[in-house]
């Protein structure tokens, strides 16, 4: 059984199961530079998972096999992520001199304290963060856990499509570490990740590296293609395309698309403010856009003009030299939504 912050092991693919679409990545690294091996997105079966649940991992499986075939990676190891809500995480204080086995034992102990379901259920793991800044004699301990069944079945469809899940870590944990790579000369300041994703929109508010503040809200870029279905007759696969590839009637700006980029900054403005009311926080520097909507005409500048804060569309590949097998132009419109695979696919070098 893998548990949350597995050990790494080397040239790991980075694998994002997110509703809507299996996301691939491989990285490679020659001297300080990173380069793109392979990388792909393959659409998921409706309803194959919900909310970042899956259910049906045969739909899964399948989509992944026809991406490794499309994007003929070299590795055949894998890191995934569970999505926060998925996950129980707390900072815990404890001993600093004690071994990782000894600390385990204790956790598992203490650990009726922290989960509310049964220990034989549950996937546990810790990572030490450092030395508490309230007691140097002790240190602080990131607790992490979510149910065994939710690891296997990311392990079950990876193994339909020949791969080997050796590394799970939190999505959260994926972000913060694309994030260095995408934020630029932001990273030292207080920014905003907003990743758009199809069904889901999460604020992660990330401070000198670290996200210190997330929230999730129900809502997403699926919200658009249902539009477009609506208005103009097309089936989901229809609208999906017409969304990314354009060739829309001259009423879609008007009537749809800037009826969707309205709700965005609505979304955006008021998950900041829930922010700024969670206590006495940090001032937000600037914003940083991600997933798959994050790209949408118009959609930066309208946010950027309406909460006067400067936006950033993310691109952890905008340093990274490109392989040969990689469709750069197409790499360039795919990067917003790969930042948790970018995130995973670089557990390779911890």
């Known amino acids: ?21 299996v996301k691939l990545l491989e990285l490679s690294r020659v001297g300080n530079r990173f380069r793109v091996e392979a990388y792909g997105v393959e659409p998921l079966p409706a309803n194959a998972v919900v909310e970042k649940n899956i259910v049906e991992p045969e739909g899964v499986g399948h989509a992944l096999s026809r991406l490794l075939a499309r994007a003929r990676p070299g590795a055949k190891h894998a890191a995934l992520a569970m999505a926060g809500s998925a996950v129980i995480s707390k900072v815990i204080e404890m001993e600093a001199g004690l071994s990782d086995d000894d600390r385990e034992s204790q956790l598992k102990v203490d650990a009726d304290q922290y989960i509310p379901y049964p220990l034989d259920e549950a996937a546990i793991d810790f990572d030490v963060l450092g030395y508490s800044a309230r007691n140097p004699e002790r240190v602080d ?15 079950a469809a990876l193994e339909m499509a020949g ?18 790579l995408a934020a630029g000369s932001s990273v030292a300041r207080t920014v905003a990740l907003i990743d758009i994703g199809a069904t889901l929109t999460t604020l992660s508010v990330v401070h000198e590296g670290q996200i210190i503040y997330s929230r999730e809200q129900l809502f997403g870029g699926h919200q658009l293609t249902e539009h477009i279905q609506r208005r103009y007759r097309l ?17 879609y700006a008007s009537e749809v698309l800037q009826p969707f980029q309205e709700a965005v900054v609505q979304q955006v403005s008021r998950s900041l403010q829930l922010f700024q009311a969670s206590g006495p926080q940090r001032q937000v520097d600037s914003i940083l856009l991600a997933g798959g909507s994050a790209s949408v005409p118009g959609l930066a500048p309208l ?11 993310a ?22 939504s790969l930042m948790i695979a970018c995130g995973l696919a670089l557990r390779s070098f911890d």
Request: with cysteine.
């Open 141 to 155: 301990v990131l607790l992490a856990a979510c149910r065994k069944e939710h690891i296997e079945v990311r392990e």
């Open 163 to 180: 791969l080997t899940a050796r590394v799970v870590d939190l999505e959260a944990c994926a972000l913060e570490r694309s994030f260095a």
């Open 235 to 251: 089936s989901k696969e229809e609208a999906g395309l017409v969304k990314k590839q354009g060739g829309l009637p001259d009423d």
């Open 1 to 21: 059984m893998l548990g949350l912050f597995s050990k790494k092991a080397s040239s790991l693919l980075g694998i994002d199961i997110s509703s809507t679409s």
């Open 303 to 313: 946010i950027e003009q309406r909460l006067s804060l400067p936006v950033l569309i």
């Open 315 to 336: 691109n952890p590949f905008a340093g990274m030299s490109i392989g040969g097998k990689v469709d750069a132009a197409a790499l360039a419109s795919e990067a917003p």
